[in-house]
T-cell receptor, first 111, second 114 residues
Framework: SQQGEEDPQALSIQEGENATMNCSYK?????LQWYRQNSGRGLVHLIL?????REKHSGRLRVTLDTSKKSSSLLITASRAADTASYFC???????????FGKGTMLLVSP | DTAVSQTPKYLVTQMGNDKSIKCEQN?????MYWYKQDSKKFLKIMFS???????INETVPNRFSPKSPDKAHLNLHINSLELGDSAVYFC?????????????FGPGTRLLVL
């Protein structure tokens, strides 16, 4: 089955810097979601972007979607140590009842 | 109150044993899922139930059997545990089925098979 592929696999930045993570997928989708996973915890939903949307904002998060390139990016602005986590994109396949998750990007934000 | 809860949080057992993991959601959702997350953090769907009906059954050994006594509960029973079953198992729920739905995850059950 299709899966999103996040890039980079790991990212280390300083507090206050911006963090950008990318997700590529293989076939057409209806929706793409981003989730965060803190160490030892379950995933938490961050944002959903539909295939007819190009950009979406939520607080310090900005998500873009380029369906022609089959890619999405998650930008976290003014990062904080508390943003340290793994970030996953999840895509749906048309007619498929659930999400397929990528392998995630591990983000480390140092104080 | 915890929205999606799983028990136990940790499970250490010997090869060949049979074990169960329980999941409950108090969100009133119709759809529940089981995922397996391996040591490389890859999260793979195992099963999905909608209103107690099995709707997704990925390629999972038949040693794994989900059971949904009601739509608030989805338990996972594993027979004849193997070393390769060691992983973190996450339960999740969503209001309805479909890729447009936000999924709410439990805290995970860390299974270690010795």
């Amino acid at each position: 089955s299709q899966q999103g592929e996040e890039d980079p696999q790991a990212l280390s930045i300083q507090e206050g810097e911006n963090a950008t993570m990318n997700c590529s997928y293989k076939t057409s989708i209806n929706n793409l979601q981003w989730y965060r996973q803190n160490s030892g915890r379950g995933l938490v939903h961050l944002i959903l972007i539909r295939s007819n949307e190009r950009e979406k904002h939520s607080g310090r998060l900005r998500v873009t979607l380029d369906t022609s390139k089959k890619s999405s990016s998650l930008l976290i602005t003014a990062s904080r140590a508390a943003d340290t986590a793994s970030y996953f994109c999840a895509t749906d396949l048309s007619g498929y009842s659930t999400l397929t998750f990528g392998k995630g990007t591990m983000l480390l934000v140092s104080p | 109150d915890t929205a999606v809860s799983q028990t136990p949080k940790y499970l250490v057992t010997q090869m060949g044993n049979d074990k169960s993991i329980k999941c409950e959601q108090n969100l009133g959702h119709d759809t529940m899922y089981w995922y397996k997350q391996d040591s490389k953090k890859f999260l793979k769907i195992m099963f999905s139930y909608n209103n107690k009906e099995l709707i997704i059954n990925e390629t999972v050994p038949n040693r794994f059997s989900p059971k949904s006594p009601d739509k608030a509960h989805l338990n996972l029973h594993i027979n004849s545990l193997e070393l390769g079953d060691s992983a973190v198992y996450f339960c999740a729920s969503s209001h309805q089925r479909g890729g447009q739905e936000t999924q709410y995850f439990g805290p995970g059950t860390r299974l270690l098979v010795l």
